[in-house]
């Protein structure tokens, strides 16, 4: 197998994977952000979407992807933590 194989299925993995995976839950977020405004949907959608990213991280052997996925992890559980600390103050909102 040589480079090109290599750099090939490395890009159909972050293909498959990571890019199709991160627009679909883009679409997703804003679809519910502008018909559902609930904030426990978003927070469960991101929730779910970190346990994503953390399973991708441990897949992804590949030194790009794995770089990619950690960026992704990292700025995932940021958002999710955020928003679990900011509306997690507001106890109204979880009532």
């Excluded at 839950?25 to 502008?34: D, E, Q, R, S, T």
């Excluded at 990213?53 to 052997?61: D, P, S, Y």
């Amino acid at each position: 197998m040589n480079n090109e194989d290599k750099r090939a299925k490395q890009i159909r993995f972050e293909f498959r994977w990571i890019t199709i995976p991160y627009t679909i839950f883009a679409i997703i977020v804003l679809l519910f952000n502008i018909f559902y405004t609930n904030i426990k949907v978003t927070m469960v959608l991101f929730g779910l979407f970190f346990a994503y990213n953390l399973g991708i991280l441990f897949i992804a052997f590949i030194k790009r992807t794995l770089i990619l996925s950690l960026i992704l992890t990292i700025l995932s559980a940021a958002t999710f933590f955020t928003l679990l600390y900011v509306f997690g103050l507001n106890r109204e909102i979880f009532s």
